[in-house]
Protein backbone atom coordinates (compact mmCIF):
# COMPACT_ATOMS: atom_id res chain seq x y z
CA UNK A 1 0.00 0.00 0.00
CA UNK A 2 1.35 3.32 -1.39
CA UNK A 3 1.57 5.65 1.78
CA UNK A 4 2.69 9.26 1.89
CA UNK A 5 2.85 11.01 4.89
CA UNK A 6 3.34 14.89 5.07
CA UNK A 7 4.89 17.16 8.33
CA UNK A 8 5.81 20.37 8.92
CA UNK A 9 3.27 22.53 8.74
CA UNK A 10 1.99 25.31 10.76
CA UNK A 11 1.32 28.84 11.52
CA UNK A 12 4.03 31.56 10.78
CA UNK A 13 4.41 34.96 10.28
CA UNK A 14 4.79 36.83 6.98
CA UNK A 15 8.15 36.60 5.77
CA UNK A 16 8.77 33.85 7.89
CA UNK A 17 10.33 30.21 6.71
CA UNK A 18 8.73 26.62 7.29
CA UNK A 19 9.83 22.94 5.99
CA UNK A 20 7.66 20.64 4.87
CA UNK A 21 8.55 16.74 4.77
CA UNK A 22 6.79 13.93 3.08
CA UNK A 23 7.83 10.63 3.51
CA UNK A 24 7.14 7.57 1.04
CA UNK A 25 6.43 3.96 1.69
CA UNK A 26 5.48 1.22 -0.61
CA UNK A 27 6.71 2.61 -3.67
CA UNK A 28 9.73 2.37 -5.32
CA UNK A 29 10.30 6.29 -3.80
CA UNK A 30 13.66 6.81 -5.99
CA UNK A 31 12.28 5.89 -9.26
CA UNK A 32 9.62 8.51 -9.08
CA UNK A 33 9.21 12.35 -10.36
CA UNK A 34 7.68 14.01 -7.31
CA UNK A 35 5.54 17.08 -6.82
CA UNK A 36 3.81 19.28 -4.27
CA UNK A 37 0.52 20.93 -5.02
CA UNK A 38 -1.28 22.61 -2.61
CA UNK A 39 -5.06 24.00 -2.03
CA UNK A 40 -6.27 27.21 -0.53
CA UNK A 41 -9.31 27.93 1.22
CA UNK A 42 -11.90 27.76 -1.57
CA UNK A 43 -9.72 27.13 -4.20
CA UNK A 44 -8.93 24.12 -6.39
CA UNK A 45 -5.42 22.48 -6.40
CA UNK A 46 -2.37 23.63 -7.59
CA UNK A 47 0.76 22.49 -8.36
CA UNK A 48 3.75 24.32 -6.65
CA UNK A 49 6.89 22.25 -7.67
CA UNK A 50 8.50 19.25 -8.82
CA UNK A 51 11.48 17.08 -8.49
CA UNK A 52 13.04 14.07 -11.01
CA UNK A 53 13.57 11.23 -9.66
CA UNK A 54 17.71 12.01 -9.26
CA UNK A 55 17.49 15.60 -8.45
CA UNK A 56 18.95 16.58 -11.33
CA UNK A 57 15.81 18.65 -12.56
CA UNK A 58 13.31 21.26 -10.57
CA UNK A 59 10.54 23.41 -11.91
CA UNK A 60 8.40 25.87 -9.54
CA UNK A 61 5.41 27.39 -10.50
CA UNK A 62 5.85 30.83 -10.91
CA UNK A 63 4.56 32.06 -7.87
CA UNK A 64 7.03 30.56 -5.77
CA UNK A 65 9.93 30.90 -7.67
CA UNK A 66 12.85 32.26 -5.94
CA UNK A 67 11.46 31.57 -2.50
CA UNK A 68 10.67 28.15 -2.25
CA UNK A 69 13.06 25.03 -2.71
CA UNK A 70 12.18 21.83 -3.18
CA UNK A 71 14.95 18.48 -2.60
CA UNK A 72 14.67 14.53 -1.99
CA UNK A 73 16.77 12.25 0.22
CA UNK A 74 16.10 8.96 -1.69
CA UNK A 75 18.01 7.16 1.06
CA UNK A 76 15.36 8.22 3.48
CA UNK A 77 12.23 7.82 0.99
CA UNK A 78 11.82 11.70 1.94
CA UNK A 79 10.84 14.84 0.04
CA UNK A 80 11.58 17.93 1.26
CA UNK A 81 10.07 21.83 0.71
CA UNK A 82 11.45 24.44 2.29
CA UNK A 83 9.57 27.81 2.26
CA UNK A 84 11.13 31.47 2.38
CA UNK A 85 9.54 34.37 2.64
CA UNK A 86 6.32 33.13 3.25
CA UNK A 87 3.38 35.57 2.36
CA UNK A 88 -0.41 35.18 3.36
CA UNK A 89 -1.35 34.25 -0.31
CA UNK A 90 0.73 30.88 0.58
CA UNK A 91 -1.93 29.84 3.23
CA UNK A 92 -3.11 26.33 2.00
CA UNK A 93 -2.71 22.67 2.51
CA UNK A 94 0.13 21.51 1.14
CA UNK A 95 0.22 17.70 -0.23
CA UNK A 96 2.97 15.67 -1.73
CA UNK A 97 2.19 13.42 -4.51
CA UNK A 98 3.73 11.09 -7.22
CA UNK A 99 4.61 11.84 -10.58
CA UNK A 100 2.26 14.82 -11.79
CA UNK A 101 -1.01 12.77 -11.34
CA UNK A 102 -0.51 10.24 -8.91
CA UNK A 103 -1.70 9.53 -5.20
CA UNK A 104 -1.24 11.93 -2.15
CA UNK A 105 -0.90 12.15 1.39
CA UNK A 106 -3.36 13.50 3.74
CA UNK A 107 -1.63 17.30 3.75
CA UNK A 108 -0.25 19.78 6.01
CA UNK A 109 -1.80 23.05 6.89
CA UNK A 110 0.40 25.82 6.30
CA UNK A 111 -1.27 29.15 7.70
CA UNK A 112 0.87 32.47 6.99
CA UNK A 113 -0.97 35.45 8.88
CA UNK A 114 0.21 38.16 11.55
Known amino acids: EVQLVESGGGLVQPGGSLRLSCIAS????????MTWVRQAPGKGLEWVSAITSDSRSTSYADFVKGRFTVSRDNAKNTLYLQMNSLKPEDTAVYYC???????RGQGTQVSVSS
Open 26 to 33: GLPFSSNV
Open 97 to 103: RIGWNGS
